[in-house]
Nanobody, 122 residues
Framework: QVQLVESGGGLVQPGGSLRLSCAAS????????MRWYRQAPGAQRELVAA???????NYADSVKGRFTISRDNAKNTVYLQMNSLKPEDTAVYYC????????????????WGQGTQVTVSS
């Protein structure tokens, strides 16, 4: 059984920083892309940042220059370093991964974490 577990959320003042982590565990054959999404109250879930197995990254325009996504392939973990946080960054942040499990190595499935709350407020 594959699981994604996020950590690192919390309350921070505007201009502050947080680092989110998402660890994938279980019978994993390989991981392709890993992503961070966020969903604010009353809003649709939006893609924040993505990183593929080769290391290429992309970001939402709203976070470019402030957020950095990185990945430790040996630990099956993705990180999101968030700097210069703004109140509008307040949301539940979700980790997403496209991966092949050892049980079904011929197909790629999408997995989601349970989410971690990030609140930016003074």
């Amino acid at each position: 059984q594959v699981q994604l577990v996020e950590s690192g959320g919390g309350l921070v003042q505007p201009g502050g920083s947080l680092r989110l982590s998402c660890a994938a565990s279980g019978s994993i054959f390989s991981i392709a892309a890993m992503r961070w999404y966020r969903q604010a109250p009353g809003a649709q879930r939006e893609l924040v940042a993505a990183i593929i197995s080769g290391g290429n990254t992309n970001y939402a325009d709203s976070v470019k220059g402030r957020f950095t996504i990185s990945r430790d392939n040996a630990k099956n973990t993705v990180y999101l370093q968030m700097n210069s946080l703004k109140p509008e960054d307040t949301a539940v942040y979700y980790c997403n991964a496209d991966l092949r499990s050892s049980q079904f190595p011929w197909r790629t499935d999408a997995f989601w974490g349970q989410g971690t709350q990030v609140t930016v407020s003074s």
